[in-house]
């Protein structure tokens, strides 16, 4: 399923599309531009399910802004009384599921018949522009355990207001103080993520359930593949802290100088979080038994640099 609940906003599909029409709207484009950007309708790029999914989305962020058309009604009536997502809550799950959804449908086509007297105003979110720290930044820290550890800062993201900054894990870790050209030929976390390029994907999907167990199951199977094939792509393993947490720790930390690591592999990779100092570096004593618990992989820091 594309959705978490039975809700109107309650999945990734819906979530994508509503926020996505959101952003626009808060960023000033006109309805001409958020039309072009998310059209309507779309029967032909999504099933049934996800297509009901995306036409309510769509209707009720549309609904909202102060556009709603006669059009869009028609295919939203359309597609309730098709009634792909009850129907399919009611046979996987149980008929109070699909009662439910059903009961959110007609909440939001009660709502998008009625004009909408409060049209939502444009949102002008607050941007950080003093950062803690800067990206590239090389931070050293210490421990309770008498030891030196270290992270990069791969990204400062800022969205709807929440400006977080995204760290890796370095594998360091020593009693003496460290250069930065110590950190630039240590190694650090992230993972061999598997392309599907030059795999014989028929092959491999077309395995029966206790043959894809047997061969540890269909993600061991693909990194297993894409190790052979050299057909992966490279990703950071990144813990996200949000602004207003990092500020009570940036004493802990030492900038001792940059090291760029290349965008696309900051870009891409697995994410945590955490709030806190101790959230942060529960892991980095031993990171190696790190890597076995999460199949994580390492990689030299200076294979992964901007030349």
Known sequence: MATDGVKII???TAHETYEGIMDLYDGGATIETIRSQYPFPQTDFYDDFDYE??????AL???EIGHMTDDVLQEVKRVIEIGACVKSWTEEYDAKAGKARQKELDKLWNKINTPN??????????????FLFDENDVLVFKLTDKNYYATILFKIDQYRGHCTYEFGKVLFKESKFPTLETIASSEIIGRKIPSGHGMDMTSILS???EEMMKEGGIE?????ESEKKGSFVIGMDKTAVDHKDLINFTDKFQKIGQLKIKNAYKDTGSY??????????R???DLDNYIKIFKADKFKIADLLEQ
Do not use: C
């Open 10 to 12: 309650d999945g990734d």
């Open 53 to 58: 999914i995306y036409t309510t989305a769509y």
């Open 61 to 63: 962020a549309i609904w």
């Open 117 to 130: 007297q409060k049209v939502r105003k444009r949102k002008k979110y607050k941007t950080i522009s003093n």
């Open 207 to 209: 395995m029966g359930i």
């Open 220 to 224: 061991e199977i693909l990194k297993r």
């Open 272 to 281: 945590g979080g955490a709030s806190d100092f101790d959230d942060l570096t």
């Open 283 to 285: 892991e980095f004593p």
